[in-house]
């Protein structure tokens, strides 16, 4: 079983950091899983302009294969605008109609302001559902005050265990999926 | 007077249509009015990547200031994934706080679907008014099939006219705005 | 295993007709499971004012009580200026925080257009979600004339095989969290 | 021209103080204005059922006059599970299409975490616009802690001048609307 983080986020290291750290969140429950990070830093992604995607550049066939082939994900974005971040947003564009069916597809945020708290809510979550992505119930958001300003690291525990609980849910419910689709 | 529409579409031509047919409904109301077409087809936008806006390309540096410049905004937007396109998202990304704050900015937004009728209300408006800019009452959600297929021109008479008032409307608020200012 | 479907309808009889499709549905799929509509219709629900339930009306209690008390809900609602009933909303603010982890909640709503196809995405899915409902991917809307005018019955096949598909969806996930709360 | 400010809460003082504030504001920007406080505390609204309004209680009707018959309102609601309060949602269902036309509609909140700083951009903005109300740029979030806890009356200047500034503001729209509709 494989676990696709995406990390949204063209500055800064929290968002790809908090993605990171759920995917070791992962493996340390089950060994078996296989993860990898996309961080969208690392790629340059074309802009959707509707043509199917083998017109698009080599890094946005290779993200967009990825996604497609992982069993389960998780979306990570920073608060733009009080939004998700426009780079997240036309990675998105890029997928078919209901390209998450059977993938359980998770989300963190991370913002400056607890203002922010419902950005992913309203403005990610039904995106991915029209995806028909099964959206977990315990997506997390983070103040950006939850990172130590010189390792980077979160040293904030109950985020910490927030991204834990959040990596158990995607694993137990895509478990489940898998399953039943196996059967 | 100066109305700017932006066109975020980087497909087909019934976005930046609608929002041709508004500056001309602009321009008809008041012939002192002047306005400007912002097709985000015409410009290669840079990704926001958190840098100053110095740092993007020409056209990001050029886009941005004409909306700066703008008394009043109009911005339309296609519907992919239930959502307004990623390439608008960044535009806007790119935005100062309180960008738009004592600008009209309307919306218009085209789509296959009358079930994405409400997503301009939940996707677009906020992001309008974390900006501070004043969303105006009639703000026009177009069919696809209001264009006619051959000469891509808008072929339904209420949405005319729904474009129409959303014109009036954008430009009686901004008028009232820019009085108070100098008064 | 208990489903308990909600109409949040006071008038007619759509919601109502809808839920109790999904709860015989559901029966259908499992013969072991229980079903019990709660048509808000039959009780008299006092506003909720902050006071702790027991302040309440005794059919507040009843209701709260069976809610609480179900394995797994759906929840139906007519479509009132855009948004979910009030009459439902208030019946939601009875509930105690994380009133529904480890329940699945699932939407139905009715409503004269296609226009409103999103409320539910917009004005009761964060509400579940905030009470820690997992919503699965599979909410229904129904047009008001998917139902025969006469009957009351809904005509639509494609209606009533997305309401087969809501309430398998349900029992599904319900199943899962059930076990692995047992093991 | 006369303001009306609604409070939607059933319980507690804050929200009433709030619209207090607002509606003293508006009086002290413009002697000449009219303004009352509908507080849902003293009224007893019918659940909406569908039929027309004759047919519900006194207070139902007289509650519905007064808002119709205001030029411009300001709705007050505290935050119930991430959402309005029920008893605010189920008054807003009596109302007939477009019963806003021609009305500013501004908004007040309060909440115990900004958490919930989003929902009434979310949760009421789109019902009142649905209603096609006004809804001004400088709507007011009040963390509940903004409230003296023994004199119930808001001691945070900033919020103070916030609730000031939305006077300002729905007076100024409201009398250009009246202006143009006079004219």
């Known amino acids: 079983m494989k676990l696709v983080g995406v990390s949204g986020a063209l500055a800064g290291n929290k968002t790809s950091q908090a993605i990171y750290d759920v995917l070791a969140a992962a493996r340390h429950l089950d060994q078996s899983i296989e993860t990898e990070l996309v961080d969208l830093k690392d790629y340059d992604i074309s802009f959707a ?3 199917p995607v083998p017109y698009y ?3 946005t066939w290779k993200v967009v294969d990825k996604i497609m082939a992982a069993d389960c994900l998780v979306f990570g974005t920073p608060i733009y605008q009080a939004s998700i971040s426009g780079a997240l947003k036309n990675l998105l564009d890029h997928f078919p109609e209901h390209a998450f069916k059977y993938k359980v597809t998770g989300i963190v945020a991370t913002g400056w302001s607890e203002k922010h708290f419902l950005v992913t809510e309203y403005q990610l979550k039904p995106v991915l559902s029209y995806l028909k992505g099964l959206v977990p119930t315990g997506n997390v958001f983070i103040q950006n005050d939850a990172f130590d300003i010189e390792s980077g690291e979160l040293v904030d525990d109950r985020v910490v265990k927030r991204l834990q609980s959040l990596a158990d849910e995607v694993l137990f419910w895509q478990k489940n999926i898998n ?5």
Chains 1, 2, 3, 4 share one sequence.
């Open 49 to 51: 302009t509707g043509a």
């Open 57 to 59: 550049n080599d890094d």
């Open 179 to 183: 399953e039943r689709r196996k059967g």
